[in-house]
């Protein structure tokens, strides 16, 4: 007597499923992309999470065999179910693909504790593009590093820390050299052009430039290699010197062959610094050389800077002006009923900002152009001391700096009851770390001279805010000098 069908049972249940699997994948033929995902979903709900997961704990690079066998099952459970395959396999699969990348995912983790340093090597790396600039190193640091996990994931602790070293010390070097190539290559190419055309010969000044500022930016990188903004100041400069020697050197030789002289390359050049000078709508000429040109056109800039601080500062101030109206109509429209008391105080508030602008016009006129500019915000004054610089490094006072001190405490003593904060700042050479602390102890050297001075402590802050807010910028001289500065910000009391 056969045996009834179990309509309920397991083995009704498994068919059930099976068919309508094999339904459903029929149908997909006619079903765009999205809805046989829709159609996915909830199969692979559990092992796609997992996947998430353990991609969220670095798991292909942390724990990668558990890792590479999760993904291959996952594919493989995807194919089987492009196929028409059998659902019980689809679910084997996925079930061992989840358990794969959840024990992937807890490797991790303790090889992201026991590895903290290499992965830190290893994303500097890549920032540098070692990848691109050092392959043959990348690649050695990366073959270690893979040893190291691999070792990890096996238990074998101790092997693993030994060849986690060695990969730190390989990305660091790929660092290394994936920076020197980056920065240095070109610049290195440009000076072999130039000692290929003579130009040790023809511009022995601007070729001794490039070679030195070559050699300083190389042994800058091996002392300091976070300390990139230095090194790659160097590496421009030589490169503009090399380029220089290039281009002395093919003028001289024109010269030599006839191909042209000294009178035609001057006119040239004067030609240049004419059409600069008529931007500035100054007239210039060149009857004993460039320098009174050059004199004309920058006399002109500094004018035109002027305007512009004047300008801001005139915008800032009717923009106070109209905030304040605009509150005091608000006001009014109140209190209509006591239309006096809200004059009144629109005309103290309007006296006050007058006797503002009277003390921001009389501590603009304490500084000449050399000393300090003056900047209005709002109520705010900001005092940037142009004339006191620092040194590369340094956060001392010098005597040279006494007049334009004396010129500040002037003007903080024009706003009594004005707090006070002293911002220092930096150039970009030197690691964030070190600029932040002399930026800092730069503001300290400035209030310890005010309270010297006589101003209460208590009215003064200093903050150091390092290479965050330049002024100008960071690849010349004296841009550098310029961002070394100290910003005295004045917040009268409303």
């Not at 083995?11 to 149908?27: D, H, I, N, P, Q």
């Not at 995807?78 to 807890?106: H, M, N, P, V, Y």
């Not at 000044?205 to 790659?232: H, I, M």
């Not at 603009?364 to 004339?387: P, S, W, Y």
Request: charge should be negative.
């Amino acid at each position: 007597m056969s045996k009834p069908i179990e309509f309920y049972g397991p083995s009704f249940r498994k068919a059930a499923e099976s068919l309508m699997l094999v339904v459903l994948l029929a149908l997909c033929s006619n079903l765009s992309f999205a809805a046989m995902e829709e159609l996915k979903e909830p199969l692979f709900e559990e092992a796609s999470a997992a996947l998430r997961a353990a991609n969220t704990a670095n798991g292909a690079i942390l724990a990668p065999n558990a890792y590479k066998e999760g993904a291959e099952l996952y594919r493989r459970a995807e194919k089987t179910l492009a196929d028409g395959g059998s659902l019980e396999s689809i679910r084997r699969d996925l079930s061992r693909a989840t358990k794969q990348f959840q024990k992937s995912a807890k490797s991790s983790a303790v090889a992201d504790a026991a590895f903290g340093g290499t992965l830190q090597a290893r994303a500097d790396a890549a920032n540098a593009e070692a990848a691109t600039y050092a392959p043959d190193a990348w690649l050695a640091a990366e073959t270690k590093f893979a040893d190291a996990t691999t070792s990890m994931e096996k238990g074998r602790k101790r092997s693993a820390e030994r060849s986690g070293e060695q990969a730190l010390e390989l990305f660091r070097q790929a660092e290394l050299d994936a920076i020197k190539a980056n920065y240095l290559n070109e610049t290195r190419a440009l000076l072999e052009k130039a000692d290929d055309i003579k130009a040790e010969r023809w511009a022995p000044k601007s070729f001794a430039d490039g070679s030195r500022l070559l050699t300083e930016a190389e042994t800058a990188l091996n002392k300091d290699r976070y300390d990139t903004d230095r090194p790659r100041s160097l590496a421009q400069q030589a490169k503009h010197s090399a380029k220089h020697a290039i281009y002395v050197s093919r003028m001289a030789d024109a010269i030599d062959d006839n191909d042209t002289n000294l009178e035609d390359l001057l006119l040239a050049w004067e030609a240049s610094i004419g059409k600069l000078a008529a931007q500035v709508d100054v007239p210039v000429h060149f009857d004993n050389g460039q320098e009174q040109a050059v004199s004309t056109i920058q006399s002109a800039v500094v004018n035109l800077q002027s305007q512009i601080a004047l300008q801001a500062n005139s915008i800032s101030e009717r923009d106070e002006q109209i905030n304040a109206l605009n509150g005091q109509v608000a006001q009014l429209q109140k209190n209509l009923g006591n239309k006096s008391e809200a004059a009144e105080a629109l005309n103290q508030v309007l006296a006050q900002q007058e006797r503002n602008r009277m003390r921001f016009a009389t501590v603009e006129n304490l500084f000449n152009v050399d000393q300090a500019n003056v900047l209005r915000k709002g109520n705010t004054v900001i005092v940037r001391m142009i004339g006191l610089t620092f040194d590369s490094g340094a956060a001392s006072l010098k005597s040279e700096h006494d007049q334009v001190l004396n010129l500040l405490n002037q003007a903080i003593a024009e706003f009594p009851g004005a707090t006070v904060v002293i911002e220092g700042h930096t150039d970009s050479f030197g690691s964030d770390k070190t600029n932040l602390a002399l930026s800092q102890q730069r503001a300290e050297a400035v209030e310890a001279y005010l309270v010297n001075q006589g101003l209460p402590a208590g009215r003064l802050t200093a903050l150091g805010y390092g290479e965050s807010q330049p002024v100008a910028n960071n690849e010349s001289p004296e841009g550098r000098r310029r961002n070394r500065r100290i910003d005295v910000v004045l917040y009268p009391p409303q």
